[in-house]
């Protein structure tokens, strides 16, 4: 009977945890996890530097999230926890098309996207998780780490072999796609009554609810255009400071 709980409790869905199992945000748990994924991600580009199977990775690293895209819907189902919420239509699920695309037909695009969309997405998740509901040993929060830290790994794997040049000049695009996906996705919001892309309410913990505060729960969505102009300021100066004084060291020699 316990050992029926505690099966029951691993594949149980946030929505049906309890309050109170699981971690808070940048204490000892998810701090510990956080640098965890760091070294994972330290390891992996040293790994991936010496390897003369980059192709092999990148492509492992794509089936990889969609197999654990597939397998969460499985586990989901199987366990009649499904809802439309869980669906891969918000910006980290819809990340998977744009890894699978750069890796498919590598392009200037593709990897922008990667670059500009995917990596902040995915960091952002990483340090303000929606599922931290969870205890740490269940399968939605391990899949959801998991998930995350590989999504995370492809563009960093990119960035470190020289494949994935980031220029601010392409940001238009990168906005523009994001805008796209924004439209169809409030469009679903309504349609299934679900939060992807938090366009319906902040998520909790996540800087957005810092927005909620100042503006009130309505005005949230200011808090948009804000973040997505600090992340792309702290993104591509530091990249167009680099790529400048590389260009100059080259026509100085």
């Not at 597939?70 to 699920?93: A, I, R, S, W």
């Not at 037909?105 to 931290?132: H, I, Q, R, V």
Request: a positive charge.
């Amino acid at each position: 009977k316990v050992g029926d709980e505690k099966r029951m409790s691993f594949f149980t869905a946030q929505e049906q945890m309890p309050a109170g199992k699981g971690f808070a945000l940048f204490h000892g748990q998810h701090v510990a996890i956080l640098l965890l994924i760091g070294g994972v991600l330290a390891c992996g580009v040293w790994r991936y530097r010496k390897s003369v199977h980059r192709n092999a990775w990148r492509w492992g690293i794509v089936m990889t999230l969609c197999l654990l895209e597939v397998l969460k819907q499985v586990v989901l189902l199987t366990t009649h926890q499904f809802g439309k919420q869980y669906l891969p239509f918000d910006l980290c699920g819809i990340s998977i098309l744009f890894c699978l695309l750069e890796i498919w037909k590598p392009c200037a695009y593709f990897g922008e996207l990667l670059y500009s969309l995917s990596l902040p997405g995915t960091l952002l998740a990483l340090f303000f998780p929606n599922w931290n509901r969870l205890p740490l040993w269940n399968f939605f929060c391990i899949h959801s780490f998991l998930f995350h830290t590989l999504l995370l790994l492809l563009p960093v794997l990119l960035l470190a072999d020289g494949t994935l040049q980031p220029n601010w000049k392409r940001l238009p695009l990168s906005f523009l796609t994001l805008a796209a996906c924004s439209v169809v996705v409030a469009w679903l919001n309504r349609l299934w009554g679900t939060n992807f892309f938090f366009l319906s309410q902040p998520s909790k913990g996540s800087p957005l609810v810092w927005f909620a505060d100042w503006f009130g729960a309505s005005l949230y969505w200011i808090g948009f255009p804000i973040l997505i102009v600090i992340i792309w300021v702290l993104l591509y100066v530091p990249v167009g400071i680099f790529q400048h004084r590389k260009q100059k060291s080259r026509s100085c020699s």
